[in-house]
T-cell receptor, first 111, second 113 residues
């Protein structure tokens, strides 16, 4: 099946630093989603992307839908301790019903 | 708050018992998904409903698993004769028509002893 390769697997950063993570695939997708998940909770939708090249912001978060439609990245600027969690990318192919998920990026922020 | 609720939040059961989980999306969610998530992994697709019709089911879903959405509103996921390998977080997600924004419930954590 389709696979989303998400990297890095984990990150340890200092509060105030910027963070970047990405997802790549060999398949083309028409929707990319980015989620944050806290322990014991369901994923929370951060940003949805629908067009190749689209750049969308949500507060300190910015995500882009890659031009090739095979990748996406998420940036977090000026990280704060509450950014700690696991971030997942998800993608959907046109005319298909199944969302694919990356394996997550675990973010740790040192105050 | 996504408006999607799941019950129970936690379930501990003995191997061989049957369990049933419930998902209540908001009324606008004509599409509903079930996922399974194990530690260190992303959610893994189990099945998908459009209104009351179950349109897709993962090959990973054995015949011990069954899901229903009888009136196109709430959904149930039943696991029969549970095995220790069924221990995981079971997540439900809803989507409204015309959007691919998928909103998750808080999940049900299943532990099979």
């Amino acid at each position: 099946g389709q696979q989303l390769n998400q990297s890095p697997q984990s990150m340890f950063i200092q509060e105030g630093e910027d963070v970047s993570m990405n997802c790549t695939s060999s398949s083309i997708f028409n929707t990319w989603l980015w989620y944050k998940q806290d322990p014991g909770e369901g994923p929370v939708l951060l940003i949805a992307l629908y067009k190749a090249g689209e750049l969308t912001s949500n507060g300190r978060l910015t995500a882009q839908f890659g031009i090739t439609r095979k990748d996406s990245f998420l940036n977090i600027s000026a990280s704060i301790p509450s950014d700690v969690g696991i971030y997942f990318c998800a993608a959907l192919q046109y005319n298909f019903n199944k969302f694919y998920f990356g394996s997550g990026t675990k973010l740790n922020v040192k105050p | 708050d996504t408006g999607v609720s799941q019950n129970p939040r936690h379930k501990i059961t003995k191997r061989g018992q049957n369990v049933t989980f419930r998902c209540d999306p908001i009324s606008e969610h004509n599409r509903l998904y079930w996922y399974r998530q194990t530690l260190g992994q992303g959610p893994e697709f189990l099945t998908y409903f459009q209104n009351e019709a179950q349109l897709e089911k993962s090959r990973l879903l054995s015949d011990r698993f069954s899901a229903e959405r009888p009136k196109g509103s709430f959904s149930t996921l039943e696991i029969q004769r549970t095995e220790q390998g069924d221990s995981a977080m079971y997540l439900c997600a809803g989507l409204a028509g015309g959007t691919n924004e998928q909103f998750f419930g808080p999940g049900t954590r299943l532990t099979v002893l």
